[in-house]
């Protein structure tokens, strides 16, 4: 419209009409500065061209002029049908804007014109995406895009279908070309290249094409393309990679840059329905990638989500949708802890076997600053190079090089924010028990000592071993008990602390409403980090720190002291220390403890360093 009117190259005005540029309208010119001819300031081309002229049809529509409504149509080439014309306010607003900017349309050309095509994005992607080598068939296969070469498929999420308690498995086919009735290998999020576990083969017996609320059934999809498979739901918990090669690797899973800490008990309100909430927990466990369902040992059923809301939307489409309308019970939303370390073990702790054959002498310490978020991110993480892994914690966190490549595991989960490392020296047959060291190491990390919370941050140091000549007598039964409690006895050593999750909560507001927020917020623990006001409007962007544990009710607390002017967004950011000391009563960190040892059904108060220390 503009390029005609002005007879410049379309592409050329569009250049001008982004950032510091100016039109001129009594030279006729176009300018980088804001002052004109006659030294007034002119506005920014954007705003003169575009925006301008969008407020001024915004402003005639609602107050209904209906010469300048013709005159704007007419010269935007609009034309209204039928019972359009007799459309007024808001109605007209929406179809005047339909035909104006219709945003489908500019979102699908926004996406065509800036995001690369999978043949140009896979070349650089396939660094980050493939966990095996970077020359192998499956790798080249996915850099070059080939619809001929070996499949390679990513199931990112599970759609749930119109037949009760199946799903179809939607993914990406980033190499080779998947069909209906294929043959291939089920690599789950558990797999582990070389071993048959979480890995299944078997046929696909649909492909479909998933468009929006619509399912059309295709008979293949080449690389570069989004697909839904049909019949393999019952392998895949939450994603998977799908391959027909036998030398794939997995890919690599997706991060979330939230975590659930939010937890709740679930129970049916009728015993009989029992069977029914299991079966339900499953669907919801595989529709949404980020919520965990567990049974707790004491056979509690636990949905844990990424906070209230998160957790309220997954329990209503538990009970609606997956349980039939079953009615269900839930507790008050609980908050998952963890336990830490503040200070290097005041002694080296020994526990004996009980034969009393084998002796462990063990000290505890925190992780340097950065490393637990280094793990979590995978920076660091256990199928790393010894060495590289290595260089690294010696180089960036001043560990001593020769231990730093003597890290035994990680816990919990073969992959937590908790290490143990080996620095002794000349120990014999120390090898035949490092499974025996590893497994009690998960068990020590999963349930911590002060509350059974999973631990964080915490390094285990082996100082020295002394071990029975006969293997008979150096066994699981003997070493398992007795490294766990030699790991309690180390934690207790080491002033141990518990860890609350913190979220990052971002509010817009306008300037009068701000004494409300500072007000609730230190109510609930909270502090702000940030205030900046939002250039050309009366609005304010504040960023605070929010205890989750405080978070429960904050949103309406919120809009009751601001009138409803302020709206908060909460996203989990960080772990911070509880205040206080776990072992004076009046304490918070000591209440957090109580409170959780209660709830676990656990015996009152911190176990004693007696029972898991031995004496010489």
Same mark, same amino acid.
């Given at each position: &419209? ?13 250049? %001008? ?40 049809? $915004? ?41 104006? !900017? ?5 979102? #699908? ?64 086919? $980033? ?6 009735? *294929? ?27 998933? &468009? ?30 799908? =391959? ?12 979330? =840059? ?69 009615? #269900?019970?839930?507790? +008050?939303?609980?908050?998952?802890? %963890? ?53 690294? !914690? =010696? ?6 090089? @020769? ?59 082996? &100082?020295?071993? @002394?071990? /029975?000549?006969?293997?008979? /007598? %150096? ?9 766990? %409690? ?12 518990? #860890? ?18 500072? =007000? ?18 009366? #609005?304010? /962007? ?33 772990? *911070?220390?509880?205040?206080? +000391? ?35």
């Amino acid at each position: &419209m503009y390029a005609k009117k002005f007879g410049v190259e379309r592409s050329k005005l569009m250049s %001008r009409l982004w950032g510091d540029n100016y039109f001129d309208p009594a030279t006729k010119k176009w300018k980088t500065n804001p002052t004109g001819s006659n030294g007034k300031d002119i506005p920014r081309a954007f705003c003169q061209f575009i925006l301008d002229p969008i407020y001024k049809l $915004f402003d005639a529509i609602m107050k209904d002029h209906k010469d300048k409504i013709e005159k704007m149509l007419k010269g935007l080439n609009i034309q209204l049908k039928g019972d359009e014309k007799g459309f007024t306010g808001k109605n007209l607003l929406k179809t005047v804007m339909k035909k104006f !900017l219709p945003a489908a349309e500019a979102l #699908l050309e926004m996406i065509v014109v800036h995001l690369p095509s999978p043949v140009s994005a896979q070349k650089y992607r396939v660094e980050n995406l493939y966990e095996g080598p970077k020359d192998d068939e499956a790798a080249v296969s996915i850099r070059n895009c080939n619809a001929e070469g070996p499949l390679v498929l990513y199931v990112s999420k599970m759609v749930p279908t119109t037949d009760k308690g199946r799903f179809y498995a939607f993914g990406r086919v $980033f190499a080779g070309t998947v069909k209906t009735g *294929q043959k291939v290998r089920i690599m789950g999020a558990n797999y582990v290249y070389g071993k048959k576990e979480d890995l299944y083969v078997k046929s696909i017996q649909r492909t479909v094409l998933m &468009m929006g609320r619509y399912v059309e059934p295709i008979e293949d999809v080449p690389a570069g393309n989004t697909v839904g498979l049909v019949g393999v739901d019952q392998y895949i918990l939450k994603s998977a990679t799908i =391959s027909t090669s036998e030398t794939a690797h997995p890919m690599v899973q997706m991060k979330f =840059s939230v975590s659930p800490v939010v937890r709740v008990a679930v129970e049916p309100k009728n015993a009989a329905d029992l069977p029914k909430l299991v079966e339900g927990l499953k669907r919801l466990g595989k529709s949404d990638p980020l919520v965990q369902c567990t049974i707790e040992e004491s056979g509690e059923h636990i949905v844990a989500g990424a906070g209230e809301l998160h957790l309220e939307i997954c329990l209503k489409d538990l009970q609606e949708e997956y349980c039939g309308g079953v009615p #269900l019970k839930t507790s +008050d939303p609980v908050v998952s802890f %963890r336990e830490t370390v503040s200070a290097v073990s005041s002694m080296t702790v020994l526990a004996k076997s009980p034969n009393k054959h084998n002796r462990l002498f063990m000290t505890a310490e925190p992780f340097p600053q950065g490393l637990s978020e280094d793990i979590d991110n995978k920076v660091i993480n256990e199928k790393d190079d010894p060495k590289t892994r290595g260089k690294i !914690l =010696s180089d960036k966190y001043g560990w001593d090089a @020769t231990e730093a490549r003597k890290i035994w595991c990680f816990g919990p989960d073969t992959t937590g924010p908790n290490m143990v490392i080996d620095t002794t020296k000349g120990v014999q047959y120390l090898n035949e028990i490092k499974d025996s060291v590893v497994a009690a190491f998960q068990w020590a990390t999963k349930e911590g000592v002060l509350a059974e919370e999973n631990c964080r941050g915490i390094r285990a140091n082996i &100082m020295d071993v @002394t071990l /029975h000549t006969d293997a008979i /007598h %150096r066994g699981g039964g003997q070493i398992i008990p007795t490294a766990r %409690r030699c790991f309690y006895a180390a934690f207790l050593t080491a002033s141990p602390q518990m #860890l609350e999750p913190v979220y990052l909560v971002e509010i817009q507001t306008p300037d009068n409403a701000v004494g409300g927020i500072y =007000s609730c917020l230190n109510k609930r623990r909270g502090h702000v980090i940030s205030e900046e006001q939002k250039i050309g409007t009366p #609005l304010l /962007h504040v960023k605070a720190y929010l205890p989750v544990m405080e978070s429960f009710g904050f949103t309406a607390d919120l809009r009751s002291q601001t009138s409803g002017q302020a709206f908060p967004q909460c996203v989990f950011d960080h772990w *911070q220390q509880v205040q206080g +000391d776990p072992y004076k009563a009046d304490s918070k960190s000591a209440q957090v403890v109580t409170s959780i040892r209660k709830r676990k059904g656990l015996k009152e108060g911190i176990p004693p360093l007696d029972n898991y220390l031995d004496k010489m």
